[in-house]
């Protein structure tokens, strides 16, 4: 068996801290089975974000005619366009690798490894045991139970990313906001898609304005089956059969490609964490205190295997909080204050806070501001005709509760407002500051001055 100061497992955000203990001379154990850089670097935003950028190209080459500029696509070159996004990702992964494998006081793992006691795992052939043990392993694509679906070829976003040949029609299973962005980029790009949806709304999990607003402009652009649910997969030659069922009807949707993208299930059961007395909840995930401290003692968790913010930004600080808790031994709760997010759809949503139902829902006293981007210069000039920013205020304080955004530059916009609520500033800190007139932040600016106190 070999013994270590801290193991950590996951090499996303998990490296933030096994690198620090390391630098003060810790012996480090990290397990991964690769490729370095977690789920944001390999499967997630940096790739997603670096093809949907040639999904916002062609769009806006589609509306060039609006600006008085007639041009057209001649051609895609798909297998370029995702071949960019792999060779620049595996590039920074393999470089990962090789700075953990240089680090005097790291040893890499890279194997499947399971929990066989508190703080001990079976990593491919060798046993190790930390004397502080740091679980950052993620999630993975969620498989729904439907009929047939295990016996055809689906993909999920992993290889969605990666796929070399662009298909010409497309179903995506799921609403979230891994489907808005995966339709914006095949869709944009010329793929005909069909998404099927369960919920009332895609994207169910923002302020239910901004859900419905985004609902209605997709289903302009594409196929969109709302509150059904799946019946059964087949195949037929080389197409794909989704049969999608409601109580009114019964539909099916044929497509060249079938994307799974129903939601993200934690790894927790990979790594067999109960037999590191680790608890986790009714979704698996692994249930943590203020402090990121497990059931378990001397094992902390962060990341998205905790399910708290299923961001990189989020573990990124929940990393730091970690850092601080085991390796400085300081005592210290983690502050998820303003924590945003955003969705690189077209349009674009961002979001901070809490949404307008659950203002209603907690029965707070509420003043809201709204306005619309067509009604600002900047918002004219890019003839963003339904765009618009929601921002929520408590009457009495005047602290800003929350903020929505879809449209134009969302998830830049809505930093100023994420800075303004982590300083604990009133909302008259947007009004009484000067907007550059007429940058489209005079938007966010417009809806605090709209509010009706």
Not at 208 to 229: A, D, P, R
Request: glycine share 8%; net charge positive; with cysteine.
């Amino acid at each position: 068996m070999q013994l270590f100061d801290l193991i950590v497992i996951g090499a996303g955000s998990g490296l933030n801290v096994s690198s620090a203990a390391a630098e003060m001379g810790m012996k480090v154990a990290v397990v991964e089975k690769g490729p370095m850089g977690g789920t944001c670097l390999n499967r997630g935003c940096i790739p997603s974000k670096i093809i949907i950028h040639s999904a916002d190209v062609a769009e806006t080459i589609k509306k060039s005619k609006l600006f008085g500029i007639n041009s057209r696509i001649s051609s895609i070159d798909f297998k370029k366009i995702t071949g960019r996004a792999s060779k620049i990702v595996d590039k920074d992964a393999k470089e990962i690798e090789e700075a953990i494998i240089q680090d005097k006081n790291t040893t890499l793992f890279k194997v499947e490894a399971k929990f066989i006691a508190e703080r001990t795992l079976k990593a491919g052939k060798e046993t190790i045991k930390g004397n502080k043990v740091i679980i950052a392993a993620g999630t993975r694509p969620a498989i729904p139970k439907i009929e047939g679906l295990s016996d055809v070829d689906f993909i999920t976003s992993d290889e969605a990313l990666r796929l070399k040949k662009q298909p010409k029609t497309m179903t995506i299973l799921g609403g979230g906001y891994i489907a808005a962005e995966l339709a914006h980029f095949f869709g944009a790009l010329g793929t005909k898609i069909n998404i099927m949806q369960r919920g009332k709304y895609l994207i169910p999990n923002e302020d239910e304005e901004i859900s419905s607003k985004f609902t209605g402009i997709f289903k302009k652009k594409y196929n969109v089956l709302t509150e059904f649910n799946a019946a059964k997969v087949s195949k037929k030659g080389n197409k794909f059969i989704l049969e999608a069922e409601n109580k009114k009807a019964r539909k099916k949707l044929v497509s060249d490609a079938l994307l799974v993208a129903a939601g993200r299930t934690p790894n927790t059961d990979l790594l067999d964490v109960k037999k590191a007395n680790v608890d986790v909840d009714d979704k698996g995930f692994i249930k943590t205190n203020d402090y990121l401290e497990t059931t378990a003692k001397n094992i902390w968790a962060l990341g998205d295997i905790v399910g708290k913010f299923l961001f990189k930004h989020s573990a990124n600080l929940e990393a730091q909080y970690v850092y601080n808790n085991a390796i400085l031994n300081k005592k210290i709760k983690i502050d998820y204050t303003a924590m945003p997010h955003a969705i690189f759809s077209s349009p674009q949503i961002a979001g901070v806070g809490l949404r307008e139902q659950d203002l209603k829902e907690r029965k707070i006293d509420y003043a809201v501001g709204k306005y619309n981007y067509r009604d600002s210069g900047m918002g004219i000039a890019l003839q963003d005709n339904e765009g618009f920013v929601k921002i929520f205020a408590d009457r009495k304080a005047r602290k800003i509760l929350g903020c929505h955004i879809i449209g134009t530059d969302a998830s830049t916009l809505i930093h100023e407002v994420i800075v303004a609520m982590k300083a604990g500033l009133r909302i008259d800190a947007i009004s009484d500051a000067v907007h550059v007139h007429p940058a489209l932040s005079e938007v966010v600016q417009r809806a605090v001055n709209s509010i009706e106190w």
